[in-house]
């Protein structure tokens, strides 16, 4: 099996946040692989990552990191897939430094950023990327987008049986 998502962390300490990409991923049957490269401390792999990602068989490429977060934008610089931020959430800014590194990206080097410590909605939008060049995958971003809409229904359903003496 060719992996067609590849989640890099700067460290291993990301895993917890960046388990929801590959919890989505497995509930999707899309094939991806993980890895640990850091910008600072192996920046030869995290190049030679980035330049070949696209020979292997990779779409998308997500990208979690904290603080200074040089990671997305470095594999940014060098590859010619899209490429998903995620802001790891740090102990002294709360992950607004690594939201505002990923996001302040200079003309020619786009990285798609989410929420801090989002990386659920980087897998779910790393689908949908893939999804328009592929029905059967469309077909199920589809029915998880359906079954997003019935859990609101169903939860209204609930909220309507509360039974408090002034709720209209």
Request: hydrophobic content about 50%; some cysteine; aromatic content about 4%.
């Amino acid at each position: 099996m060719t992996p067609r998502v590849s989640i890099i962390m700067g460290s291993t300490s990301d895993l917890p946040v960046m388990e929801k990409a590959c919890q989505f991923f497995e509930e999707m049957e899309i094939p991806f692989e993980v890895n640990a490269l850091s910008a600072h401390r192996t920046p030869a792999e995290v190049s030679e990552f980035a330049r070949t990602a696209h020979t292997r068989g990779i779409e998308v490429i997500i990208a979690g990191a904290g603080m200074a977060a040089a990671l997305p934008g470095v594999i940014a610089a060098e590859t010619p897939l899209p490429v998903i931020g995620v802001p790891i959430k740090g102990s002294v800014l709360e992950g607004l430094d690594a939201t505002f590194a990923i996001m302040q990206m200079p003309p020619g080097i786009p990285v798609a950023t989410v929420a801090i410590n989002g990386a659920q909605n980087a897998a779910i939008l790393a689908a949908q990327i893939m999804a328009n060049g592929d029905k059967a995958l469309m077909d199920k971003v589809i029915k998880y987008k359906l079954g997003l809409k019935n859990k609101i229904v169903k939860a209204n359903e609930e909220l309507s049986k509360l039974g408090y003496k002034f709720k209209c």
